[in-house]
């Protein structure tokens, strides 16, 4: 594996889990998926030889535990930069690659969302090597992922032809922004669309040429904000007034769904956004009746359940298909075949003013999820 | 309405509650119906003209919480009996009685669990009037339901042919006990059943000469309890030792299934022995879509729900007949359909020996039932 930069995004709000994920303390923060957090998960996938030290972009009220949870993971060296507000996804890996390119315009980077679960590690190594090979030939790669079923929640990528010299690497025939049903049930139909992971694998010179050509505005904010950055032993810290004045936009629409040079790899990654607590029971370890249960939770006569508890004992009895989650200081239960309405319910709670919406109870110890009253 | 003495018995546990109601403050001591608990409520439904000052009878360990209560009901010369064990009902009206007795053997004595919910509180005074005419006759008087619905959990009363002189009373033809489901249907099919609503009036005399027939090792382990009590200017303690002795036994068994001297008044009272959660959904005040909500909660496409919450802010999402019940240490979500199962869910706890089976978490005012996060 060639040397690889990994540049991590990490300013996600992830709302859809609410009542465990707040903007005090969002999604990828959390341990979801094993006893790891989905942030020091995504670290340590890009880890070992052939890794560079990682980037992290985060937002400076996150710099604490991001930074803490990195060490935990046995990261020394990654290089965390703080975004003085959230500007989407083009202008933070715009100051990624801004500073990468002062040692190594050709320095290949690989972008990827703090919050995902990949299960074939193996696998995406083995399509990273292709990515790389594409990025240096000049394109800015993505993976597309094999439609399980019609999602509206993801944007969708149309397969064009191979590579000439690249052949496990596709053109990108056409981007496609997430879908309405009946659109997306023929996406899935066609056999030709993937899913957007919102993974890219470019080399710096190529992106900001891109961006350049693509989103200038984007690229002299961000150039601006990097160029008057303060740097300390922990934290690159962008310049606020500069980033503030960069417009908000995605790597996919700013660059990715304009571009000529957009490339995409088939991959069978075993991917998920984790875009509700439905995938998380999707993506779990299940009982004989297809229970999940995480934390101190008893179940009798329960099926198809997602239990998840924090702190109190949980009972379920004889219930199908319901979501039960319980944190210090909100308890939900949702139909699981309703997870994506959890939004709603957020915002009734904004709307009224509660702070259960945006902030989690402070805690004795940051890093723990546990309530002090079960040790 | 002639004078009558409230006898209270506090003693139930009531695990089908559960985690409201733990050994630690059961049933009675919560507010499920109303503002006050169930046994404030009970006290107040026998507080004014024509009631002398309670006798209540509860287990020591409860002393405290039922002093409290009954004082913050406005009640201020309650008698409180403890019961160094428990020993079901009809030791613990049998020790009323022989207090009363001493200074009035003709007394008329009211017996009525703690833990019930009776709607109709004028009609059941009318009623009153009947079963103490009755009692002063000779009668061990009980109160019968009309069934609206095949209950395996009630015993139930054959009415037998109506009392020569008061008409509305009416003998008892046969006591069933808790019936299995087929008979069930067959004794509310038949018409001439009604519910055992467990609330008795008679005088002193007549209770203790019916004991004296039919437990006579009873009224002798009680008279030796209450021979050997202690008083003091807050409770009356009987004697552990003699009441230990005392075999554990129910009124309904020890007497009124035995006697020739039972006598029912048929009575529609709205009461309910709050047997489950699914019957305080019965009770309680419904939404537009059928929830009864008590506490934090808020809910979307929500139907038939029942939610109560004493601490933490509780969401439900597009759920339909659940029973979720939300304490500072245990969370539960039960289908209504099967509340009774909760009971299982105890077995299991304590089998495990967990001590939520049994004790609440202390608070630092028992008397407040919110958490004190929310304060």
Redesign the interface.
């Given at each position: 594996m060639p040397t690889l930069i990994p540049v991590i995004l990490c300013g996600g709000a992830g709302t859809r889990l609410w009542?465990l994920s707040r903007e005090s303390r969002a999604k990828q923060f959390w341990p979801l998926t094993t006893d790891r957090s989905l942030l020091q998960e995504t670290v340590l996938r890009a880890h070992g030889p052939g890794f560079a030290p990682p980037i992290i972009v985060c937002n400076e009220a996150h710099r604490f535990v991001v930074a803490e949870q990195v060490r935990d993971a046995g990261i020394a060296d990654a290089r965390i930069i703080l975004e003085p507000v959230g500007r989407n996804s083009a202008p933070a890996v715009a100051a990624a690659a801004l500073l990468t390119a002062e040692d190594d315009p050709d320095a290949v980077l690989w972008m990827k969302p703090a919050d995902h679960a990949v299960d074939a590690v193996g696998r995406l190594h083995e399509h990273l090597r292709d990515a790389v090979d594409a990025a240096r030939a000049g394109y800015i790669v993505t993976f597309g992922i094999q439609p399980t079923a019609p999602e509206t929640g993801y944007g969708y990528i149309e397969l064009g032809d191979p590579l000439s010299d690249i052949t496990r690497v596709h053109h990108v025939a056409r981007f496609v922004e997430k879908p309405d049903a009946a659109t997306a049930l023929e996406l899935v139909a066609s056999g030709r669309h993937l899913w957007n992971s919102g993974m890219f694998v470019f080399t710096a010179r190529s992106l900001l040429d891109q961006l350049a050509i693509h989103a200038p505005s984007v690229l002299a904010a961000v150039r601006a904000a990097v160029t008057a950055r303060r740097t300390d032993p922990d934290f690159i810290r962008l310049d606020p007034t500069d980033f503030a004045a960069c417009p908000s936009i995605s790597l996919d629409y700013a660059v990715a769904e304009r571009t000529g040079k957009a490339a995409v790899i088939p991959a069978d990654l075993g991917w998920s956004d984790i875009g509700s607590w439905a995938a998380l029971w999707e993506l779990g370890e299940k009982d004989t009746r297809g229970n999940v249960v995480v934390g101190d939770a008893?179940l009798?006569?329960a099926e198809n359940c997602y239990v998840r508890?924090d702190c109190?004992?949980?009972?379920?009895?004889?219930?199908s298909d319901?979501v039960?989650v319980?944190?210090?200081?909100?308890?939900?239960?949702?139909?699981r075949?309703?997870a994506q309405?959890?939004k709603?319910?957020v915002d009734?709670?904004k709307a009224a003013g509660?702070p259960?919406a945006h902030t989690h109870?402070p805690t004795a110890t940051a890093g723990d999820t546990r309530d002090e009253?079960s040790s």
């Open positions: 009542p008893i009798e006569s508890s109190a004992l949980t009972a379920v009895v004889g219930l319901v039960l319980v944190t210090q200081d909100v308890v939900m239960a949702v139909h075949g309703r309405e959890v709603t319910i009734r709670l509660r259960e109870k009253r």
